[in-house]
């Protein structure tokens, strides 16, 4: 079957820096996505890798390795508007995305 | 302008009736997709939908039904409604899929369902 894990819940420290991994199983993959979502609002685009590597963008960088289906956004200079879920999601054959439940970030001061 | 916008933002409604929730999106996006997040946080699809073909998760129950009158809406009926249909659905849009693969998805602020 199709899954995705990564951890429910994590905890940091303002100003810090924190990795939250994700591990897919998929039918085929075409690329994998991050998602932020803050309480009560819709998922937004934060990131898309289908190559190898890291890529970084501002504060948020996200990085993958498709030989061991291994994926992690890295959030640096924490602030506390980046208290959120963050889902991770990829991208199977057929071009559905399959979700993971996501990581809830909260960002102690 | 609002990308893809959906409406009601709450629906509160009795068990057995049944209701619509719509989706419109202003991308020029050929696909959309209806999810339905539950109080795990799950984000499960329920539906896409472009021109072209309609693709059915075969564990939604046949009360949920998709319509399109356009490339630009995909609304969401409900028939029959129960306890467990109460959740926060969203609506989302992509263009249509490449060999790229860049289906970066644009979704909706989401309809929280409460069925009494």
């Known amino acids: 079957g199709q899954n995705i894990d990564q951890p429910t819940e994590m905890t940091a420290t303002e100003g810090a820096i924190v990795q939250i991994n994700c591990t897919y199983q998929?039918?085929?993959?075409?690329?994998l996505f991050w998602y932020q979502q803050h309480a009560g609002e819709a998922p937004t685009f934060l990131s898309y890798?289908?190559l190898d590597g890291l890529e970084e963008k501002g504060r948020f960088s996200s990085f993958l390795s498709r030989s061991k289906g291994y994926s992690y956004l890295l959030l640096k200079e924490l602030q506390m508007k980046d208290s959120a879920s963050y889902l991770c999601?990829?991208?199977?054959?057929?071009?559905?995305?399959?979700w993971g439940a996501g990581t809830k970030l909260i960002i102690k001061p | 302008d609002t990308a893809v916008s959906q409406t009601p933002k709450y629906l509160v409604t009795q068990m057995g009736n049944d209701k619509s929730i719509k989706c419109e999106q202003n991308?020029?996006?050929?696909?959309m997709y209806w999810y339905k997040q539950d109080s795990k946080k799950f984000l499960k699809i329920m539906f896409s939908?472009?021109?072209?073909?309609?693709?059915i998760n075969e564990t939604v129950p046949n009360r949920f039904s998709p319509k399109s009158p356009d490339k630009a809406h995909l609304n969401l009926h409900i028939n029959s409604l129960e306890l467990g249909d109460s959740a926060v659905y969203f609506c989302?849009?992509?263009?249509?899929?490449?060999?790229?693969?860049?289906?970066?998805?644009?979704f909706g602020p989401g309809t929280r369902l409460t069925v009494l």
């Open positions: 989302a849009s992509s263009q249509e899929r490449s060999d790229w693969g860049t289906d970066t998805q644009y």
């Open positions: 991308l020029g996006h050929d696909t």
């Open positions: 939908y472009n021109n072209k073909e309609l693709i």
């Open positions: 998929t039918s085929g993959f075409n690329g």
């Open positions: 890798n289908v």
């Open positions: 999601a990829a991208l199977d054959s057929n071009y559905q995305l399959i």
